[in-house]
């Protein structure tokens, strides 16, 4: 069984760009949650998606952030005219339901 | 609020020793507790979870410790060995599938 992929792994960005990380959860997982995580610290819940609906977006931004689940596809985390803040990891997360999640080993995003 | 911390930031242990890491939560109504061990340029990795309704689990090396009471619970490691050396996090949820994340605790291992 593939687990949670990421991709890209690193990605680099300059400010006034738009950044696209993708998860692809785990087969048969319909959960799907995005953290960020700075250097030396926890991760930061973002948002929680099934499919095709976004479930909790509590912890994102209002502005240039989005995230998509669609039926067919990976997710999506969209951020756009990005700032040099926004340089951290990226984690995706996965469930099947009521059980723990999974994680895929990040997007590193870097801001120039 | 959303609080989930921890005692001990770093730890440091011989290996062969037993490792203890500490978590402290502050919202009384999370009923789901879960251990994550995070190694460098990686995902965390599920260790071992705890609900509520419990105060005890065992995994296999690893023991989970749940006090409802001073909202405080505990990961045990037995026998600690170098590959056990990472950065552990313990999360919560209060209903739903919201997870709050600890600061983390850094385990080192001397061999």
Known sequence: NAGVMQNPRHLVRRRGQEARLRCSPMKGHSHVYWYRQLP???LKFMVYLQK????????MPKERFSAEFPKEGPSILRIQQVVRGDSAAYFCASSPGDQPQHFGDGTRLSIL | GE????????????????SIINCAYSNSASDYFIWYK?????????IID????MDKRQGQRVTVLLNKTVKHLSLQ????????SAVYFCAERAGGFKTIFGAGTRLFVKA
């Open chain 2, 38 to 46: 995070q190694e460098s340029g990686k995902g965390p990795q599920f």
């Open chain 2, 50 to 53: 705890i609900r509520s309704n």
């Open chain 2, 3 to 18: 609080s989930v911390g921890l005692h001990l930031p770093t730890l440091s242990v011989q290996e062969g020793d037993n």
């Open chain 2, 77 to 84: 490691i037995a026998a600690t060995q170098p590959g056990d």
């Open chain 1, 52 to 59: 095709e609906n976004i479930i909790d977006e509590s912890g």
């Open chain 1, 40 to 42: 030396e610290e926890g």
